[in-house]
């Protein structure tokens, strides 16, 4: 069995393409929850990191958000 990759918060977002004010805000939201410290610093293992992403993007991958939440179709014609 290995051991979880364990990052910091700032390397966190880097692999997960956010900010580091993202990831506290998943914290603070209770999306994420850090697996370790070190010193002052939280750590996060990826596998969560990466969950807490797929969450807040709606579970699709996509931008988040319902389609057509704008009322709008593909060619922006107001429906």
Known sequence: MTTPTLLTGALAAVEAGVSPATIRKWVQRGHLSPAGRQGRAQLFRLEDVFAAERDA??????????????????????A
């Open 57 to 78: 993007r709606g579970g699709r991958g996509g931008r988040g958000g319902r389609p057509g939440a704008s009322g709008r179709d593909a060619q922006g014609v107001r």
